[in-house]
């Protein structure tokens, strides 16, 4: 009976596996059609959260600190993030490249909203397929990218529902979330922008996102 039983968790568990392996391939190519340049599955032991990165919004204080309910102080940080990192199975990472230019003209805006929007969209999919406890992270203030024509945020200024809720994200920055480590785990080079003028800049600049598939 032992024999046996052992026999069909060995079966279970092995379709689970296929059927797991099989989301994730569905998630990173649907990341792709969502407008990604690239996407692909890591472990969740290739995060790594570290409470100095998060430290940095405070000081020295980003400019979108306290601004929205997607930045610090409105988060639960790096512990936030590992707690989560607990109860889910498996972690999708997402990058698109673009030219420098765009990442420091106006357009920037539009780059950082289509960064948060794949990330909704890889974490519905995610949740469409079984996977309720999903969530997505991404990079920027959705403060700056969403409401920067809206004095306030909503959620922090009335306690109502963002305005936004289907695409924003929460920044990655706040919880911690080393990017660097984490682009190397997706076998990626990542390539900073810095400002006009710099002789350091380069042609192309990434921005990136992640989802916690749980």
């Given at each position: 009976?032992?024999?046996k039983d052992l026999g069909e968790n060995v079966v279970e568990m092995n379709a689970i596996k296929q059927t797991s392996d099989g989301v994730l391939r569905e998630l990173v190519e649907s990341a792709r059609r969502f407008g990604a340049s690239d996407a692909t599955a890591v472990s969740i032991t290739d995060i790594s959260v570290e409470d100095a990165l998060a430290n940095l919004c405070r000081e020295p204080q980003?400019?979108?600190y306290g601004l929205s309910a997607g930045c610090p102080p409105n988060v639960s940080g790096p512990s936030g993030f590992r707690e989560l990192l607990k109860t889910v199975e498996h972690v999708v990472v997402f990058k698109i490249d673009?030219?420098?230019?765009i990442l420091l003209s106006n357009e920037r805006r539009d780059i950082f909203r289509l960064l948060h929007e794949v990330a909704a969209a890889i974490e519905q999919a995610a949740i469409d397929r079984g996977y309720p406890n999903s969530?997505?992270?991404a990079g920027g203030s959705c403060k700056q990218i969403f409401c920067y024509n809206h004095p306030l945020c909503r959620v922090l200024a009335?306690?109502?529902q963002?305005?936004?809720?289907?695409l924003a994200r929460p920044s990655m920055s706040g919880f911690g979330i080393n990017v660097s480590k984490l682009m190397k785990a997706a076998g990626w080079t990542l390539n900073w922008t810095t400002r006009a003028g710099d002789?350091?800049?380069i042609s192309t600049g990434?921005?990136?996102?992640?989802?916690v598939i749980g």
């Open positions: 009976m032992f024999e980003c400019e979108n673009v030219p420098s230019e969530k997505a992270f009335k306690g109502g963002c305005r936004n809720f289907r002789e350091n800049t990434t921005v990136c996102g992640l989802v």
